[in-house]
């Protein structure tokens, strides 16, 4: 299983980001996909999760509305769309698959929001 996860970068408070997290190493397919984020000491927190045939999506309050995950099974990518950033939207985002009770994510991407 391998998750590679891209888009990161430093930008402006309500500024845009698009993530994209490319899998390989499994049907991707078959699967949940969720993105992940984290701060320096502190737990990796829920953003949003997507159903494998894209039908559904979950999201963290703190992103609702301004956030959308979606996925590309074709390409065997997951993305999130990230609108009106805030400075607390500044972490590391990972991309994740549960398969077989494990939990498999990358090596993330950083997102700043800073003026």
């Known amino acids: 299983v391998q998750l590679v996860e891209s888009g990161g970068g430093l930008v402006q408070p309500g500024g845009s980001l698009r993530l994209s997290c490319a899998a390989s190493?499994?049907?991707?397919?078959?699967?949940?996909m969720n993105w992940y984020r984290q701060n320096p000491g502190k737990e990796r927190a829920f953003v949003a999760g997507?159903?494998?045939?894209?039908?559904?999506?979950y999201y963290a309050d703190s992103v609702k509305g301004r956030f959308t995950i979606s996925r590309d099974n074709a390409e065997n990518t997951v993305y999130l769309q990230m609108n009106s950033l805030k400075p607390e939207d500044t972490a590391l985002y990972y991309c994740?698959?549960?398969?077989?009770?494990?939990?498999?994510w990358g090596q993330g991407t950083l997102v700043t929001v800073s003026s």
């Open positions: 190493g499994f049907d991707f397919s078959r699967y949940y």
């Open positions: 997507i159903t494998s045939t894209g039908s559904n999506t």
């Open positions: 994740d698959v549960r398969i077989v009770s494990r939990n498999y």
